[in-house]
């Protein structure tokens, strides 16, 4: 069964911190990866996406990599701000004529 | 500007009736879904449609319904079969068959029922 997996399911920490974020899924065929913000009470927002022969990409203070191999991808955060707190949505893409499939989400919140 | 809308934001429903979340995109994606959010949960898909006149069932489909007469629209019907309905309803659109296809999120609408 695909499914997306996604660790720890919340997480805090003092602001100026960084942290990473875990992504493991089963999806196979795999076309790509996507990591969301979503703020409280607000649609999901795109942070950074990431193919097949991607390793790392990076996105102001948001690096994402992945390990194709051990399907398993990361979200590293630096110097957090209070506007991080929010729920990190890690979304996988199989193939054409499939639905997205979401993991559960990590809730961060960073406090001063 | 392009995007996608879902209205009304906040929806108070009795029990037992019928409602209908609405959701419009002007983005000309061929596929879009809705997913479902509890507290404390991650999304959870309840439908999606890849082309007009077509949708498959989600992973929590029962008590729901759909159409897909448009390619713009994709109104979600929250039916009495729905045993616990209060939650907040994702809509969200992407193009088909894309490497790099993207899912483009509405604000969301908070159903709660009284």
Known sequence: KNQVEQSPQSLIILEGKNCTLQCNYTVSPFSNLRWYKQDTGRGPVSLTIMTFSENTKSNGRYTATLDADTKQSSLHITASQLSDSASYICVVWGQAGTALIFGKGTTLSVSS | ?114
Request: proline share 4%; aromatic share 12%.
């Open chain 2, 1 to 114: 500007d392009g995007g996608i809308t879902q209205s009304p934001k906040y929806l108070f429903r009795k029990e037992g009736q019928n409602v209908t979340l609405s959701c419009e995109q002007n983005l000309n994606h061929d596929a879009m879904y809705w997913y479902r959010q509890d507290p404390g949960q991650g999304l959870r898909l309840i439908y999606y449609s890849q082309i007009v006149n077509d949708f498959q069932k989600g992973d929590i489909a029962e008590g729901y319904s759909v159409s897909r007469e448009k390619k713009e629209s994709f109104p979600l019907t929250v039916t009495s079969a729905q045993k616990n309905p209060t939650a907040f309803y994702l809509c969200a659109s992407s193009i088909r068959g894309n490497r790099n296809t993207e899912a483009f999120f509405g604000q969301g609408t908070r159903l709660t029922v009284v």
